[in-house]
Antibody
Framework: QITLKESGPTQVKPTQTLTLTCTFSGFSLSTIGMGVAWIRQPPGKALEWLALIYWDDDKRYRPSLRSRLTIAKDTSKNQVVLTLTNVDPVDTATYYC??????????????WGQGALVTVSS | QSALTQPRSVSGSPGQSVTLSCTGTNSDIGGYNYVSWYQQYPGEAPKLLIYDVTKRPSGVPDRISGSKSGNTASLTISGLQVEDEADYYCCSFAGNYNFEVFGTGTKVTVL
């Protein structure tokens, strides 16, 4: 049974750095093919893929946010951490982490966390 | 990285069929057979319905189906039920630079 859960602050101020943690169970990020992604959804808007990290530490980022995003894994703790620097009110969103089904390319996101709402406001 | 284009809303009566479209480019949908579809109820996380254009995860009923033609993917819901009223998002692999792109989302209303 794969489960994921996001944790982190519910509110951050503009220009600060947002750090979110995804704690998962039911799989290991040291297993070949495994990946964990971060996806966000502003209130009332569409899903937006942000970043992905693979078992071999390969990392992928949304091009428009590449300079502000960092994704990292702690395999021993079964955690993936996302940091977003210099936040702005437009970064207000529910942030989801999701398990990526192993595949050579384009594996779907088959398990999702419950999401964490983060509000950027002074 | 532009979002895939989906109609804002689609509606149908119980028992009818509805088809949701998802239009991209030859750099995403048209270039790869890695389209997935997600269902999302208000306040909940998305749920995977279709992957690799046509495949259904276990537990997804066979009245849900996916297809693709050129740069457009489609999701068909047959025998529409009240519980199908939700938001639906498509997603496509878009190459090693853009990587993943989601659609704008479609709200399905059961009349």
């Amino acid at each position: 049974q794969i489960t994921l859960k996001e944790s982190g602050p519910t509110q951050v101020k503009p220009t600060q750095t947002l750090t979110l943690t995804c704690t998962f169970s039911g799989f290991s990020l040291s297993t070949i093919g495994m990946g964990v992604a971060w996806i966000r959804q502003p209130p009332g808007k569409a899903l937006e893929w942000l970043a992905l990290i693979y078992w071999d530490d390969d990392k992928r980022y949304r091009p428009s946010l590449r300079s502000r995003l960092t994704i990292a894994k702690d395999t021993s703790k079964n955690q993936v951490v996302l940091t977003l620097t210099n936040v702005d009110p437009v970064d207000t969103a529910t942030y989801y982490c999701a398990h990526r089904r192993p595949a050579p390319y384009g594996g779907p996101f088959d398990y999702w966390g419950q999401g964490a709402l983060v509000t950027v406001s002074s | 990285q532009s979002a895939l284009t989906q109609p804002r809303s689609v509606s149908g009566s119980p028992g009818q069929s509805v088809t949701l479209s998802c239009t991209g480019t030859n750099s995403d949908i048209g270039g790869y057979n890695y389209v997935s579809w997600y269902q999302q109820y208000p306040g909940e996380a998305p749920k995977l319905l279709i992957y690799d254009v046509t495949k259904r995860p276990s537990g997804v009923p066979d009245r849900i189906s996916g297809s693709k033609s050129g740069n457009t993917a489609s999701l068909t819901i047959s025998g529409l039920q009240v519980e199908d009223e939700a938001d639906y998002y498509c997603c496509s692999f878009a190459g090693n630079y853009n990587f993943e792109v989601f659609g704008t989302g479609t709200k399905v209303t059961v009349l």
